[in-house]
């Protein structure tokens, strides 16, 4: 079984659901094991989530500022 530095390198693309077919398994073989290793991708999943809130949020106050730069025209 790979180890957590071995492990660790795949969780970012884990979060995002891009991680490679062949070494999903072992990566989810080894979170179903190592609380350690499962909680830094919950946080990866965390984060992932709170920036596409961010980005939703930015994205709707861009679009309320224009549609007021533009109303006065």
């Not at 994205?59 to 224009?66: M, V, W």
């Amino acid at each position: 079984m790979p180890s957590c530095q071995d492990i660790r390198e795949y969780l970012p693309f884990y979060a995002e659901n891009e991680i490679p077919a062949e070494v999903r398994p072992d990566v989810e073989a080894h979170l179903a094991t190592c609380l350690v290793c499962r909680t830094e991708a919950d946080s990866y999943r965390n984060l992932r989530s709170e920036l596409r809130n961010l980005l939703h949020t930015v994205s709707i106050a861009t679009e309320h500022l224009y549609t007021e730069a533009i109303s006065p025209i």
